[in-house]
């Protein structure tokens, strides 16, 4: 099978899929990959036979999905061109963090492989994008790493946020205005989970609150002492 827009699309979601997996789950159901994709059950059950058969996937019907070896390295290109994409627009076109997902969206599936070396070499060989995910290398290999959220991290503990979850450009908008962007300091005062809220500062000091589901998808990494 030859990689195509949907193919990568397909990939791409099996793979964020299994990266939410929790501990001893071990496919991704297939309606949270059509439900990712905006398709029908059925839609997603043909394509994902068709990876099984191509050998990109791992098909159990009734079941679930979970890429193979070879799925996993072409997914990671794919979050390669798109994160570096991302960034490019960033940091060379000037464009907002919060506007430049949809745009790679597009541009993750007709850039070059020459194009998106140059482009790294250009950023500096950068790590990670606008948002903090991590950029796979040039074989598509993501590094492996785990941070709490701002719903498991430590309370009262000097912290720096480090991926933001979540690219609703409303959400990323709304990180940016309380000063919660990758890279800038945090810390948890509280939380309430009766309200599902967690009080917390950022660098602008005054106390924020905020719900458990915006906590849940900021990660944060503690400082060192």
């Not at 007709?110 to 948002?131: A, F, K, N």
């Not at 950029?135 to 785990?146: K, N, V």
């Not at 990323?172 to 009766?194: M, N, Q, W, Y």
Request: contains cysteine.
């Amino acid at each position: 099978m030859l990689p195509s827009s949907t193919v990568e699309n397909y990939l791409k979601a099996i793979y964020h899929g299994q990266t939410a997996l929790t501990e001893g789950s071990r496919l991704v159901p297939m309606g949270q990959v059509a439900a990712a994709l905006g398709v029908a059950p059925g839609t997603a059950t043909t394509m994902i036979k068709a990876l099984a058969e191509s050998g990109l996937a791992e098909y159990e019907p009734y079941s679930g999905v979970r890429l193979t070896a070879a799925g996993e390295k072409l997914a990671g290109l794919v979050l390669r061109r798109h994160r570096l994409v991302e960034l490019f627009l960033v940091k060379v076109m000037g464009m907002s963090w919060a506007e430049v997902h949809e745009e790679a969206e597009q541009l993750e599936h007709v850039v070059s492989d020459r194009l998106i070396e140059r482009i790294d070499e250009m950023l500096g060989r950068p790590t990670h994008d606008p948002h903090g995910d991590p950029i796979p290398d040039a074989d598509g290999t993501l590094p492996l790493g785990h941070h709490d959220s701002l719903l498991t991290c430590p309370i009262a503990t000097p912290l720096r946020v480090t991926r933001v979850a979540d690219q609703d450009p409303a959400f990323l908008r709304f990180i940016e205005r309380h000063g919660l962007k990758p890279g800038e300091p945090v810390e948890v005062e509280s939380r309430d989970g009766a309200a599902d809220a967690v009080k917390l500062r950022g660098p602008q000091r005054a106390p924020l609150t905020i719900g458990a589901r915006a906590a849940s998808k900021l990660l944060v990494e503690v400082v060192p002492s």
